[in-house]
């Protein structure tokens, strides 16, 4: 029995043709490549990509944060408030130990009151007074007794010694005018003495010219007129100069008062003088005792405590603490690179990004660009440059304004021009290529 031919014969394998999958492939794969080509130019060429500036800023109060400074400085007697206090204008926020103001003060009112006294008593000399009064100053205030009757006896004194000497010059006079008197009398003896020396010579005379007498008679008593004269006008001399001695302690009664008037008004001068310099000295301690009492300057919430320590001291000028005052308007400050400073300007919008709030609750809030900074400034910590930029915050913003609080950090996404995603794959390239041409 004998098999098939078909069954017997062993198949044929016909070679497969693969020039047509390896082309359609190839071709494929080249028309893919080209369109991906084509399609990515156009892209880049046509498709507007929008950019951003992104900086780091934080919340800030509008009209900036007021620090709390005490002119003078001092020593801290205690603190009165907390970072988070709320205040009111005028509440004592930290009160300074006084007690070396309050002695100073002291002595200056001391200096003052004796002084005053001082002056009553000089006005009083000065005017004649029978005794000193003290007024009360523009203040209200008096002098102690102990001042008062200090003054007073020493006006007494002076007045007692015033006196004394008025009376020995006074006593002078009355002794000038006694010589003057006894000077009169003997004049007035001389006088009539002379009177009946004449008398006898005129009677002589005739006896004299009959010859019943010798003329050596009438000689001794002409001898005696001409002597009685001589001392007629010697007693007139001691008048007058007895007369000029009463003018001249008279007139020392007078320069006694008027020397006492003179040095009463220029004394009077220099304490009115070191009255003057002591108020001022006083007013000026009395302010520092006021400026004790560290006061707000606003209504607000503390933000920040600077000093801690009681009995430390504090600076002239130092600034204590800060206040974020009441009401005011919250704006983001940002610092921006100054590479980037050209492509930001007023009226930008801006993303806000707060990163103390949870991300997934919190979106990112919309503002716009206030005011850029014209000048570079320089921190003083890295030594970096900025430009410093304020950013608005809507009124409608869906975070709360109380929730907002100053110093708290803040992302800041400034959207810039739209540019082709051309532009920003070629521009670094072109950049370099320019730094490149310009050096020599």
Same mark, same amino acid.
């Given at each position: 029995?004998?098999?098939?031919?078909?069954?017997?014969a062993?198949?044929?394998?016909?070679?497969?043709?693969?020039?047509?999958?390896?082309?359609?492939?190839?071709?494929?794969?080249?028309?893919?490549?080209?369109?991906?080509?084509?399609?990515?130019?156009?892209?880049?060429?046509?498709?507007?990509?929008?950019?951003?500036?992104?900086?780091?800023?934080?919340?800030?109060?509008?009209?900036?944060?007021?620090?709390?400074?005490?002119?003078?400085?001092?020593?801290?007697?205690?603190?009165?408030?907390?970072?988070?206090?709320?205040?009111e204008?005028?509440?004592?926020?930290?009160?300074?130990?006084?007690?070396?103001?309050? /002695?100073? &003060?002291?002595? *200056?009112?001391?200096?003052l @009151?004796?002084?005053?006294? +001082?002056?009553?008593?000089? #006005?009083? $000399?000065?005017?004649?007074?029978?005794?000193?009064?003290?007024?009360?100053?523009?203040?209200?205030?008096?002098?102690?007794?102990?001042?008062?009757?200090?003054?007073?006896?020493?006006?007494?004194?002076?007045?007692?010694?015033?006196?004394?000497?008025?009376?020995?010059?006074?006593?002078?006079?009355?002794?000038?005018?006694?010589?003057?008197?006894?000077?009169?009398?003997?004049?007035?003896?001389n006088?009539?003495?002379?009177?009946?020396?004449?008398?006898?010579?005129?009677?002589?005379?005739?006896?004299?010219?009959?010859?019943v007498?010798?003329?050596?008679?009438?000689?001794?008593?002409?001898?005696?007129? /001409?002597? &009685?004269?001589? *001392?007629?006008?010697?007693? @007139?001399?001691?008048?007058? +100069?007895?007369?000029?001695? #009463?003018? $001249?302690?008279?007139?020392?009664?007078?320069?006694?008062?008027?020397?006492?008037?003179?040095?009463?008004?220029?004394?009077?001068?220099?304490?009115?003088?070191?009255?003057?310099?002591?108020?001022?000295?006083?007013?000026?301690?009395?302010?520092?005792?006021?400026?004790?009492?560290?006061?707000?300057?606003?209504?607000?919430?503390?933000?920040?405590?600077?000093?801690?320590?009681?009995?430390?001291?504090?600076?002239?000028?130092?600034?204590?603490?800060?206040?974020?005052?009441?009401?005011?308007?919250?704006?983001?400050?940002?610092?921006?690179?100054?590479?980037?400073?050209?492509?930001?300007?007023?009226?930008?919008?801006?993303?806000?990004?707060?990163?103390a709030?949870?991300?997934?609750?919190?979106?990112?809030?919309?503002?716009?660009?206030?005011?850029?900074?014209?000048?570079?400034?320089?921190?003083?910590?890295?030594?970096?440059?900025?430009y410093?930029?304020?950013?608005?915050?809507?009124?409608?913003?869906?975070?709360?304004?109380?929730?907002?609080?100053?110093?708290?950090?803040?992302?800041?996404?400034?959207?810039?021009?739209?540019?082709?995603?051309?532009?920003?794959?070629?521009?670094p390239?072109?950049?370099?290529?320019?730094?490149?041409?310009?050096?020599?």
């Open positions: 029995m004998t098999k098939s031919a078909n069954n017997t062993p198949a044929v394998r016909r070679p497969r043709d693969k020039s047509f999958g390896i082309g359609s492939r190839v071709f494929l794969a080249s028309t893919f490549a080209i369109l991906l080509v084509v399609g990515c130019g156009g892209w880049s060429v046509q498709a507007k990509l929008s950019g951003a500036v992104i900086a780091q800023g934080q919340v800030t109060v509008r009209t900036q944060v007021k620090e709390v400074q005490h002119r003078d400085g001092g020593i801290i007697k205690e603190i009165l408030v907390e970072p988070g206090s709320t205040i204008a005028g509440d004592v926020l930290l009160r300074l130990d006084e007690t070396q103001t309050r /002695a100073e &003060l002291g002595v *200056l009112r001391s200096q @009151a004796e002084l005053r006294g +001082r002056k009553a008593r000089l #006005i009083a $000399e000065r005017d004649g007074a029978a005794e000193v009064v003290v007024e009360r100053d523009a203040e209200g205030n008096t002098i102690s007794e102990t001042i008062l009757k200090g003054e007073q006896r020493l006006f007494g004194d002076n007045r007692a010694t015033r006196d004394a000497q008025r009376k020995q010059l006074q006593a002078q006079i009355d002794q000038f005018a006694e010589q003057i008197r006894a000077l009169e009398a003997q004049q007035q003896s006088a009539a003495e002379r009177a009946l020396v004449a008398d006898d010579l005129d009677r002589l005379m005739p006896l004299v010219r009959r010859q007498v010798e003329a050596s008679r009438t000689r001794t008593l002409e001898r005696d007129i /001409a002597r &009685l004269d001589g *001392l007629t006008g010697e007693i @007139a001399a001691n008048i007058a +100069r007895v007369r000029g001695q #009463i003018s $001249e302690s008279e007139l020392k009664i007078i320069e006694l008062d008027q020397q006492v008037r003179t040095d009463a008004q220029r004394e009077l001068r220099d304490v009115e003088g070191k009255i003057a310099e002591l108020r001022e000295r006083a007013v000026a301690a009395l302010d520092r005792m006021d400026r004790m009492d560290l006061r707000a300057p606003i209504s607000g919430i503390v933000n920040e405590v600077r000093v801690h320590t009681i009995g430390g001291v504090i600076a002239s000028a130092e600034t204590v603490m800060t206040i974020v005052p009441e009401g005011e308007e919250l704006v983001v400050e940002a610092r921006l690179s100054p590479v980037d400073i050209d492509q930001v300007e007023p009226g930008q919008t801006a993303k806000l990004r707060f990163s709030f949870n991300q997934h609750t919190t979106p990112e809030i919309a503002g716009t660009v206030e005011i850029v900074g014209a000048a570079a400034s320089l921190d003083q910590a890295t030594g970096q440059a900025y410093l930029a304020t950013i608005g915050i809507p009124d409608d913003t869906v975070i709360s304004r109380r929730s907002l609080v100053p110093g708290m950090p803040v992302e800041v996404f400034l959207q810039t021009k739209e540019r082709t995603a051309l532009s920003y794959l070629v521009k390239f072109t950049d370099q290529m320019q730094r490149a041409l310009r050096e020599e």
